[in-house]
Structures are given as C-alpha cells and as structure tokens.
C-alpha cells in the first residue's frame, strides 16, 4: 500500500470479516494427516499454509472462496466447500 489513507481504507473493509484463531497443536495434526491423506490418492497440497487453510475449513464447515488450483486436491478428496469465482 502507497500510504496510510489507502491502508486504513482496506483495513477498515478486511475489519468486517471474522477472524479465527489458528488452531494450534490439533489443526496442525489434522493437517499433516489430510496432506497424507491427499498423497496417498496421489495429488499433492504442495504448500502447508494451504493444507492448513483447508483442514481449517473442512473442520469448521467453511467453504472457500479461492483462485488457486493447489486446493484442488482438498475439494476432490477431502470435501472442501469451495466458492467457485
């Protein structure tokens, strides 16, 4: 961002989302297991801040709004809800 006009503009508007904790020691397992879980199928979630964001959503009954074919893998496999843009 440019300045703090432009900052405070998009902060003010990423304010109006829920915000969650991350989960911690459990998601991180349950992660680790969905990214064996998706290898064995033979895809891969290639990055952990992906596998993450997805287990958190397939606990908690999220769906995903995203642009980013590595949460394929979770929507075939594991269920993901995802919002199609």
Request: with cysteine; glycine share 10%.
């Given at each position: 961002?440019?300045?703090?006009?432009?900052?405070?503009?998009?902060?003010?508007?990423?304010?109006?989302?829920?915000?969650?904790?991350?989960?911690?020691?459990?998601?991180?397992?349950?992660?680790?297991?969905?990214f064996?879980?998706?290898?064995?199928?033979?895809?891969?979630?290639?990055?952990?801040?992906?596998?993450?964001?997805?287990?958190?959503?397939?606990?908690?009954?999220?769906a995903?709004?995203?642009?980013?074919r590595?949460?394929?893998?979770?929507?075939?496999?594991?269920?993901?809800?995802v919002?199609?843009?």
């Open positions: 961002m440019r300045g703090e006009q432009e900052f405070s503009q998009v902060r003010s508007k990423l304010e109006r989302f829920e915000l969650f904790g991350t989960g911690g020691e459990e998601l991180a397992i349950a992660a680790a297991r969905n064996r879980r998706i290898r064995e199928e033979g895809l891969t979630g290639r990055k952990t801040i992906d596998c993450l964001i997805a287990t958190f959503c397939v606990a908690h009954g999220h995903l709004l995203h642009r980013n590595d949460f394929d893998a979770f929507e075939q496999i594991l269920g993901l809800a919002i199609h843009p």
